[in-house]
DNA sequence: GAGATGACGGGCT
DNA sequence: AAGCCCGCCATCT
């Protein structure tokens, strides 16, 4: 990425980020469902393709994102998943002995939040 | 243009 | 309940 086309083409990227950036603090979204809400459920892999391209110092709640199974997928750095679980914890989100998240408590609907 | 990669999801074992 | 494997999609090399 270095010719022309990464800043005028809105990608699936904006995409994304955008529908990452609607969901309210202390709740959290899979990446199915942002998928899903951009009408294309089966590209959630490229969702976190997506999201792993986020750049620092964005204003994307990037960590309000995790797997279907309520667990960060985080394993790059060492500090991102532990950085994530602790912006979580911050807003209030809960995880159980195993690191997870109740997703039938936090899961965050955006039908129901309206557009 | 083709092959390989990856912050995933769902189903089966 | 947890782990393994296969399939999808957009992007990268």
Known sequence: MSK???MNEPSFYE?????VRRVPPG???TYGQVAACLGAPRSSRAVGYALRALAAG???PWHRVVNHR???SLR???ESPMLQRLLL??????FDTQSRIDLTTY???PEEAGT
């Open 4 to 6: 022309s086309g990464e």
């Open 15 to 19: 995409r994304v980020y955008d529908v």
């Open 27 to 29: 709740w959290v979204v």
């Open 58 to 60: 964005n204003d994307v």
């Open 70 to 72: 309520g667990q960060i």
């Open 76 to 78: 790059y750095p060492t």
């Open 89 to 94: 914890e911050d807003e209030g989100v809960r």
């Open 107 to 109: 899961r965050w609907h």
